[in-house]
């Protein structure tokens, strides 16, 4: 049998042809060059980024620090706006946000802002479409479109984190606490620029937003060689592995990449990981009813992470257009909660926010009831 190719992105020749590029896009160091190679002095970088960043400022005119006649043409060339919004959808009175956006060349994706009682959480995506093809999953059914550049994935951040300081959820203006890359695609296969994006978040201002690591979360199909790249990178994210089913020959079905590398391994690379950063990692379990919500499985899955420092993140369901399939019934859903917990197993059940608004978890947001961390 011939085993899927899967090769990590780490450069896309034909993306960067086509996407305008952004300081985002570039290290701190090259943000400068770049401002150089742009006829800058290579400060007015430092400038800008600490307008982006730390001020989240989009409107050039207020950036008294640099000359009035400059300032429009340095923001189109270091920050191009490269998502415009095209609509905003909330429920759960307004503390649920999802925005639909368009890119230059027309292609749509979306994110979710989610406000707590004590943080905002955003769920953006990393490509537009997915290649995984998980069939439960609405994204995977449409097929991957492109990767996003990190420019377009920092944006999108950015913009939540603007939308949060402004005070446009209900309960006033609040820091942005954490971001989860659980939209569309799977960050993984992009790699480089969803890692670019990371530091983007985690660097200090003015380089960065300042936000700490452990407050991102990198949600994987389990693309072992990117597990093992991103343990090498020395930055303690919060991973997610979305196992879904304890034994490989369902996984084979609901996590096709499986068959490229199975639940072992990803577990072992997951446990790489762990070992190296300290992070306990999470584990995504969709419920599907009479598929993978027996206690057998609960059972199973017990057993494989009695020992491990992981916790498991059960998710009810989101049933896509035309899919045969649906939640668990609630009796099934407590008693695999329950098996689990019998093995010492940490679990919590996500809540279903957005749901009303296709934002909810597979369709794109994905929020936890309880947090553990
Ligand atoms: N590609 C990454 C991130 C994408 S989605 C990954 O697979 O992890 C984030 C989570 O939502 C994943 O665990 C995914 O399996 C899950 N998901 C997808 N479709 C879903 C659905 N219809 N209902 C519930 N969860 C779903």
Known sequence: MSLPEIKLVFDDPVQRKKVPKHLADYSPEERRDVAKALGFPAFRATQVST?????????????????????????DQLTPK????????????????????????????????????????????????????????ATGQAGLTRNLSAGEITEQIVAAARACANGELPGGPIRLSNIVFMGMGEPLANYNAVMRSVRNITDPNPDGLGISARSVTVSTVGLVNGIEKLTEEGIAVTLAVSLHTPDDELRDTLVPINSRWNIKEVLAAADGYEKRTGRRYSIEYALIRDINDQSWRSDLLGRLLKNRNAHVNLIPLNPTPGSKWTASRREDEAEFVRILESYGVPVTVRDTRGREIDGACGQLAAAEKTRID
């Open 51 to 75: 307008h982006y960043f730390a001020h989240l400022s989009d409107d050039p005119q207020t950036w008294s620090d640099i000359p009035a006649q400059m300032r429009q043409s340095i923001a």
């Open 82 to 137: 490269l998502i415009e919004l095209v609509r905003s959808v909330s429920c759960d009175a307004g503390t649920t946000r999802k925005d639909l956006w368009k890119l230059h060349d027309g292609v749509l994706v979306e994110s979710v802002l989610m406000r707590y009682t004590d943080r905002v959480t955003v769920c953006i995506s990393s490509q537009a479409g997915c290649g995984m093809n998980c069939p439960f999953c």
